[in-house]
Nanobody, 123 residues
Framework: QVQLVESGGGLVQAGGSLGLSCAASGRSFSRYAMGWFRQAPGKEREFVAAIRWSGGSRYLADSVKGRFTISRDNAKNTVYLQMNSLKPEDTAVYYC????????????????WGQGTQVTVSS
């Protein structure tokens, strides 16, 4: 069992930066691939970024490449999403999730989800 709690969301102007954190409870955190997804009003949840358990493999959606960075600290049971050069279209609720296997791009492969944190980018 893994419980996830996101933090770090907020309101920022376009071009600004925010850092999100996802703290996990559970002894098996390091076994899970961790992902970030987001959902804007009226839209489906979409993949943002993911990182394998070792941290050696990282994946980013095309829309955030060059702007967002994902990292993890297994000793702290925490995964991070650093978001730079934010755009109004990045506005969404951001969720972190944990998966034991499968495609990191597919939300159906994730076993546990956080409650989400709101990110709002003003123009």
């Amino acid at each position: 069992q893994v419980q996830l709690v996101e933090s770090g969301g907020g309101l920022v102007q376009a071009g600004g930066s925010l850092g999100l954190s996802c703290a996990a409870s559970g002894r098996s955190f390091s076994r899970y691939a961790m992902g970030w997804f987001r959902q804007a009003p009226g839209k489906e949840r979409e993949f943002v970024a993911a990182i394998r358990w070792s941290g050696g493999s990282r994946y980013l959606a095309d829309s955030v490449k060059g702007r967002f960075t994902i990292s993890r600290d297994n000793a702290k049971n925490t995964v991070y999403l650093q978001m730079n050069s934010l755009k109004p279209e990045d506005t969404a609720v951001y969720y972190c999730a944990a998966a034991l296997g499968g495609s990191v791009y597919d939300s159906r492969m994730y076993d546990y989800w956080g409650q989400g944190t709101q990110v709002t980018v003003s123009s």
